[in-house]
């Protein structure tokens, strides 16, 4: 009896021997499977408790614990860090085939200490596949890394959004600055267009008026007219000189009005007449005509109330006047 209590001292003092005893001892390696547990709660209870069993095998100290759902993050992540790199004293030399104090000769010892080495690699093998499967299977189900990583995905699904609208509204900008650049030269060409018909329907317009004018001129001609060379040739002969309607229609507003084929054939030869000399007579008019610049002004101001074509134009540019002006004068000065 006293060797035996002597013996079992030596163990449980001896750091190696204890460690090899307690090696040998009964010990629960089982891992949670997810259904073990129904809700959070029992989750850090079945966890705390075999973490708490398991840490036993630690080599450093001290060992962090799974805490609960008011653990900051920062203490999980090291917790799980922690037990990621576990390292274990645990021993499995109770799992040797040989023994090597009986071999014969040092040849057999050595093979038998090598037969032992591989039989020890292989349950610290399945031991450090226990140990990351234990930590794992609790970060794969631990209600705080769930909600973590939730959040992260939201975060991650939020900025992918984020990015997906950006680049949506980039290009339905690029969109509507090119169509809007499309709306904007089509309405610059279909202004240019309406400018340019415009244009067109005014030269038409214009177009027509005159070569009425000239029918109206050459109707004149064949009246008032006749048995003188002012005749339709005469027209068609003058129409490149005088080409528009602001030109034609003085001359056959004057033929309307004046009463004499002489009054007509001086007014023609004055219009005719090259711009040196009719400068000079002009001049000459000036100066000898006896007009006032109180009548001047009266006659402008008429000239200009009573635009040519208007009935009666010449006898009310006389009344405005008055002093004695006859029409042939009036015709003239203007």
């Given at each position: ?33 997810k259904g073990d547990w129904k809700n959070d709660d029992e989750f850090y209870k079945i966890w705390h408790d075999v973490f708490d069993r398991n840490k036993m095998w ?167 007219m006749t048995g003188t060379t002012f005749d339709k040739f005469w027209v068609e002969s003058i129409q490149k000189r005088f080409n528009t309607i602001e030109k034609i ?86």
């Amino acid at each position: 009896m006293w060797l035996t209590i002597q013996k079992a001292k030596d163990t449980l003092t001896d750091p190696k021997k204890r460690r090899f005893y307690d090696s040998t001892l009964p010990f629960d390696d089982e891992v949670p499977e997810k259904g073990d547990w129904k809700n959070d709660d029992e989750f850090y209870k079945i966890w705390h408790d075999v973490f708490d069993r398991n840490k036993m095998w630690s080599i450093k100290k001290p060992v962090p614990m799974l805490g609960d759902a008011t653990t900051p993050a920062s203490e999980v992540r090291a917790f799980y860090a922690f037990w990621n790199n576990f390292e274990t004293w645990r021993e499995w030399a109770q799992f040797d085939e040989h023994k090597p104090n009986e071999s014969e000769d040092r040849y057999e010892r050595r093979w038998m200490e090598n037969e032992n080495k591989k039989t020890r690699k292989t349950h610290e093998k399945k031991e450090r596949a226990r140990l990351i499967k234990l930590a794992e299977t609790c970060y794969n189900n631990d209600p705080r890394i769930k909600a973590e990583l939730a959040m992260a995905e939201a975060e991650k699904e939020a900025a992918k959004q984020l990015k997906k609208d950006f680049k949506a509204n980039q290009a339905y900008e690029r969109e509507r600055v090119q169509r809007e650049a499309a709306e904007k030269l089509a309405l610059e060409a279909q202004q240019k267009l309406e400018v340019e018909l415009l244009a067109k329907e005014e030269i038409r317009v214009t177009g027509i008026i005159f070569r009425s004018k000239v029918k109206e001129l050459i109707e004149l001609c064949k009246i008032k007219m006749t048995g003188t060379t002012f005749d339709k040739f005469w027209v068609e002969s003058i129409q490149k000189r005088f080409n528009t309607i602001e030109k034609i229609s003085p001359i056959a507003d004057f033929l309307e009005n004046c009463e004499t084929q002489e009054d007509f054939a001086e007014y023609m030869a004055q219009l005719l007449m090259p711009e040196s000399e009719r400068q000079k007579v002009v001049e000459t008019s000036e100066a000898d005509d006896g007009w006032t610049d109180e009548e001047l002004a009266m006659l402008t101001q008429a000239a200009s109330k009573y635009h040519p074509g208007s009935a009666g134009r010449w006898n009310k540019i006389q009344e405005a006047i008055g002093n004695g002006k006859d029409i042939k004068q009036i015709q003239k000065k203007v």
